[in-house]
């Protein structure tokens, strides 16, 4: 019985990866072209490694498969052929989540989709970028980069003239472009966040508390790395320009775990 079971898992998982197949493909080349959605080839892989390694928690769950997994099948079908007629690889990527949810409700019922909750929420950050919230936003992170990064300039002495999106420090300029906006900072640190909360904290709640923290980590983080361009022409391209992108996103990576002691340390306070 269980060998059976296994057998129609893996067909079931076999028949959708075949169905969505045009879909990862688009996925998996945004992940390796667009630098934004770099983390997005590890968000699979730990996806992968978080299910392993709850599976005795799962395993444990009464097996009560429930049709309405079909409906989830049905509208995951739905959103697969409308994003077939151009609407874009974004509703495809969510139609093929639809679907998964699909095919564990049909095999192990809504108990086994609540048990896999938090792999698909970690799933949301595999999601190609949509391009109207993409470009709402860029626009505004761009600005209050420039507008950190101007005021970081100025604390430390250096000269600043800012004109919107671009800077003017000691006789050269730096354009705050899209690639500078802090989305390559924001959507990986918050990424880590979560899963760091994962590992570390029992308090579900410190997932959505690392989440929101590494938005101002982000912002901040990236602003540092505009000012270092601005003080230091050098560092604002090439093999330094990536070292010290790293090397801050490392920086903002430590913050948000020192955050993760000091929020664990007060709440052990509050309720000691």
């Known amino acids: 019985m269980e060998r059976t079971r296994l ?8 028949m959708v990866l075949v169905c969505y197949a045009l879909i990862l493909r688009g996925m998996f080349g945004q992940w390796m072209t667009d630098e934004d959605m770099g983390h997005g080839i590890a968000v699979p892989l730990v996806i992968l490694w978080v299910v392993w390694r709850e599976r005795s928690r799962w395993q444990a769950l009464p097996q009560r498969p429930s049709w309405w997994g079909f409906a989830f099948l049905a509208a995951g079908a739905a959103m697969h052929f409308v994003a077939a007629l151009g609407v874009g690889l974004f509703v ?3 139609a093929f989540l639809v679907s998964a949810a699909g095919v564990v409700v049909c095999l192990g019922g809504f108990a086994l989709l ?8 970690l799933a949301l950050f ?6 109207i919230v993409y470009n709402l ?3 505004p992170l761009q600005l209050m980069a420039s507008r950190v990064a101007a005021w970081m300039l100025s604390v430390t002495g250096f000269g600043v003239i800012r004109d919107g999106n ?5 006789g ?9 906006s802090g989305i390559r900072y924001l959507i990986p640190l918050a990424f880590m966040g979560v899963l760091l909360a994962y590992l570390y904290d029992p308090k579900p709640w410190m997932r959505g508390a690392l989440f929101a923290l590494a938005v101002p980590l982000a912002i901040a983080g990236n602003a540092l790395r505009v000012a270092a361009s601005g003080a230091w022409p050098a560092v604002a391209e090439g093999t330094l320009h990536m070292v010290c ?3 801050i996103f490392a920086l903002c990576l430590g913050a948000l775990l020192a955050m993760r002691r000091l929020i664990d340390a007060l709440y052990t306070r509050c309720h000691a």
């Open 137 to 139: 936003v860029t626009l």
């Open 114 to 121: 609540r048990a896999w909750t938090f792999p698909f929420l």
């Open 166 to 170: 671009v800077l003017e420090v000691g």
């Open 7 to 14: 057998i129609t898992v893996m067909l079931a998982g076999a």
């Open 172 to 180: 050269h300029r730096i354009l705050v472009a899209e690639a500078c």
């Open 245 to 247: 992108g790293w090397f």
């Open 126 to 131: 595999m999601l190609p970028k949509l391009a």
């Open 92 to 94: 495809g990527s969510v």
